[in-house]
């Protein structure tokens, strides 16, 4: 075998994250009195990385010191992108200033590398704010850069930043040249909403000789779904026919998932009519997915009746089937029926999961019965289950609604303590119970809170604010309304209607100037 064979094993060994293996080829090559170049070590050093191991990526860098092998762009590109598969961003940060300092410069692969490893490791947001400042300074980006970007703001349900990304694509001239940047780029355009974009970049394939794959177009028929454009899922899904493609049931879970996500239960129901016509048999995963629709639509009875049907179909509802029927009853504020379902789900003899307590404290929480909330919480502690962030979020939920803010700060505080990180839903919540307390100063403190950790309070978010701490006090819906200015954050009928509750008129009419001020965008 010749080094380039050996070459291309390695590369493969390290794409599929298996670092034993790669060593393995490496000393092959030195054993047989191959010179190993750095590319070589390189590819041993992603392999650690892909696999999770930061501490062996760098033992093998300071291994290629000890051999006297220079490192190149590649060699520290891929000790970032160790640091990225671990979240570590200041680590990421820590070795691009040690590529700066050798003067090398990133290229678009070694930016994308570390933009895919810090979503993976559930750090979409600190991500892109890395990769802002890069656009301005390094200019090299490439369309899986803007794509990548785009998704991650997907991922972290910053669906108009997403849809930002793609547009700066098209106002930079940057534009796909192979074809998984044409399908990468796709989909992003898809996932942010932006379908004339999407089509396009599929239509565009064919300038290039390329053959659009199932992903591009079944990203195009997931926004269809999720919009409950029935035309559009039937005209794409043809086109999918007409070209001879198979969409195996991993796209029609996506599907699925898409019209579950986006509450709506027909096309859930309509998708998995369609799967059926095209032959396929749907899973277990398929019936919680069209149960699950119809859970967050608040349709109960038929998350309940989807249920059943499995069961006649000759399928054994799994533990996500229970929760989701549990979560059904929770959605609809159900709390009696959620502990029922609860109960049924122990005696079949499948174990209940942090989620199942979570559903049943969620349904409490809507019903208003903080107590009984509260004693799920310690019947999952006993049951020596560890509570997960949805069931913190039932806990803090149902303390908000009940106004007892301390026992929702206390909870917060508790979660943190547990390494349990919170999202935009658990500090919304902390800031309902505060404002309706009339806590003034915490309720802004956690509304500062909130911003700098990266969420964005809505405008009800506001508004609740509003009610809660502006009765009487003019001066507090102005710092409030300021707020509102200073984020951005756009009124609607809603805080109006706030603003008018909790002060006199002509109060009201004094701060019409300001009101005016934060409705501009």
Known sequence: ANETLYSQVLHRCAKLAKPTEAIEVLQIMERVGMDVPTAAHNEVVLAHALAGDVDKAEQWWKRMQALGLAPDAATFGFLMRARAEAGDLPGVEEWQAHLQAEGFEPDARLINGVLQGLGRAGRPREAVRWLQPLVETWGVLDVVSYATASQLMVQAG????????????RRDGVEPTSRFGFVLAARAAADAGLLPQAIAYVDTMHDYGYEPSPVALVAIIRRFAAMGDHAGVKEWTHEIAKRGLNIGTRYWHSLLQAA???RRPDMAEALF?????AGQTPSPPCYGMVAAANARARRPAAAVAWFDRMRHDGLEPHAVMWDTVIGACAQAGLADEAEMWFGEMAASGVEPSPSSFAGVMGAN???????????WFSRMRKAGLKPNLSAYAALIEAFANAAQADEAVESFLDME???????????????????KHGRVEDTLWWLRQMEEQGFTPRTNLYNEAILGVGAGKPDQVQRLLGRMVAQRVRPDEGTRQAVKAVVDRPI????KYEFKLAKRP
């Open 417 to 435: 303590s547990q390494g349990i990180a919170p999202d935009g839903r658990v500090f919304a919540s902390v800031v309902t119970a505060l404002a």
């Open 508 to 511: 009201y009419n004094s701060i």
């Open 365 to 375: 929480a809507a019903a208003g019965r903080p107590k009984e909330a509260r004693a």
């Open 273 to 277: 009519q369609a799967m059926l016509d």
């Open 158 to 169: 910053e669906r108009a930043k997403a849809l930002s990304w793609i547009q700066a694509a």
């Open 260 to 262: 579950s996500d986006a």
